[in-house]
């Protein structure tokens, strides 16, 4: 973005004062990462008065910020826009500059897999596009009008993820950001507390098609029921699903793991063998969409192809991690819900990357009244001839460790509520440069401790 204060001021229907020529360059709502030109946005919290580091802010280069108007002693003879909410008119300005952007919008939401399937999508499209995405979890009604102004006035495509904890969140983001695609990549059982149900879930997810514009496309999850249903009873809606069943219009028929990623097989609207330097059977089924979209956008088969053998994700997705004469980590701690720990847990056990194979298991969060239930029935995809150690973490996961006493042996299951040491003790004394292990949790648990004592 690259916009003069009165241009922003008349985006708000506000006065620009004196400093009309001003030029500002990013967006800002945190002084330790403001750039030079950014405008600074103070929120006014219960704890937080943002309204205190405009001052900062100035000294730091800001070329302008916002103050709220029943907000006392605004700085004098700086470039200040006086605002009635600051959250309205950071989504305001969004709004206004994603209606002047000639870029194609891309909606990104589901259960599981949001960030890897915006990476996969972002990373296929660069080597032919000026592509920008969603940085870090700035995915919600603060985060996406963040994002949106900080894409440059040349790119081309703008990867947007969606993140939600209730109804009407994502509704809201796809009317703000008015996609030209969007991606639905499963439906799983994250804010069940919130939403109730699966089929709740399914309905808050489903409405990023609110947004949708009229020529758009969805592409979703064609190998669940629920997404299905919601689609036949949609008129006029353009979708494509992919998945492994051969229904749908793009389908993996083969899918073989090495340590250096995934090679796959497709059929359908695409045909042929695809690599991507990611581990799981879910990452290839996040491929898939971006393939779908990436054809709509014009790709050849063959770019494509391309473009998939350069993917990289964000840390602690699926990330292996070497350890200097030692064991080969599988860091997936960024978070965890039934869903996609089954989907991990199955991958360790179907891999012959490592022989010696271990699970690291951290509390799943957010599940609502059915956690202890969701906990238990992680026993019943973990196989005991697979798996040689089962280290379980949290006071969620002492319901997996009951389950799981039969199985094991009091040398083959650890449990702690809290000491990581504990787990990296036990790594310490009989993991070996054989063994290949998962770290997979919810992000509260912070697994990823673990790991820093062996890097």
């Keep these: 973005m690259k916009k003069t204060l009165k241009e922003i001021a008349d985006w708000l229907g506000i006065d620009s004062g004196k400093y009309s020529d001003k030029v500002v360059t990013g967006i800002s709502i945190d002084t330790r990462t403001l750039k030079k030109g950014d405008l600074f946005i103070p929120f006014r919290g219960e704890a937080v008065n943002g309204h205190k580091f405009v001052q900062q802010a100035f000294e730091k280069g800001a070329a302008a910020a916002l103050w709220l108007k029943d907000e006392p002693n605004p700085p004098k003879d700086k470039p200040i826009l006086f605002v009635d909410d ?5 989504q305001q300005m969004a709004r206004k500059y994603r209606n002047e952007h000639k870029a194609k919008f891309i909606g990104v939401t589901g259960s599981n897999g949001k960030t890897s399937s915006k990476d996969i999508l972002a990373s296929m499209l660069e080597p032919f596009y000026k592509v920008q ?3 870090g979890n700035f995915n919600n009604q603060l985060g996406l009008p963040i994002t949106i102004l900080s894409l440059d006035e040349d790119t081309e495509v703008a990867v947007l993820e969606m993140g939600m904890s209730g109804f009407g969140e994502i509704e809201f983001l ?5 996609p030209h695609y969007a991606i ?4 799983g059982e994250a804010h069940m507390q919130d939403l109730g149900s699966r089929e709740g879930i399914a309905k808050a997810k489903f409405e990023i098609i609110k947004g949708l ?3 758009g496309t969805l592409f979703f999850d064609g190998d669940e029921p629920l997404l299905q249903s919601l689609v036949a009873k949609t008129t006029n809606l353009n979708s494509r699903a992919c998945g492994f069943s051969k229904d749908n219009d ?3 028929t083969t899918i073989e793991t090495t340590d250096k990623g995934s090679q796959f097989t497709v059929s359908g609207e695409i045909n042929g063998e695809f690599f991507i330097p990611v581990l799981g059977k879910h990452q290839v089924k996040n491929a898939l969409n971006a393939m779908l ?3 709509a956008l014009g790709l050849t088969t063959e770019q494509i192809r391309t473009g998939l053998a350069q993917v990289k994700l964000t840390d602690m997705r699926m990330q292996l991690v070497s350890t200097e004469n030692g064991p080969l980590f599988i860091n997936d701690a960024y978070n965890a819900a039934p869903t996609s720990m089954k989907a991990a847990i199955q991958f360790v056990q179907a891999t012959t990357i490592r022989d010696d194979k271990w699970l690291v298991l951290g509390d799943m969060l957010e599940l609502g009244e059915n956690e202890e239930q969701f906990h238990k029935q992680l026993s019943e995809v973990i196989d005991a001839k697979e798996i040689s150690k089962v280290c379980l973490f949290g006071p969620r996961m002492k319901w997996l460790y009951e389950q799981l006493l039969n199985s094991f042996t009091k040398y083959d299951l650890v449990y702690t509520e809290n000491d990581y040491d504990v787990i990296v003790q036990t790594i310490n004394n009989y993991a070996s440069n054989n063994s290949l292990i998962l770290l997979k949790g919810s992000r509260g648990m912070k697994l990823e401790t673990i790991l820093k004592s062996f890097q």
């Design 86 to 90: 600051s959250e309205i008119a950071l």
């Design 133 to 135: 995405k969603t940085i």
């Design 174 to 178: 796809s009317n703000l950001a008015k």
């Design 184 to 187: 639905i990549t499963n439906i």
């Design 213 to 215: 514009q009229s020529d």
């Design 250 to 252: 793009l389908f993996a």
């Design 293 to 295: 979209l990436g054809r």
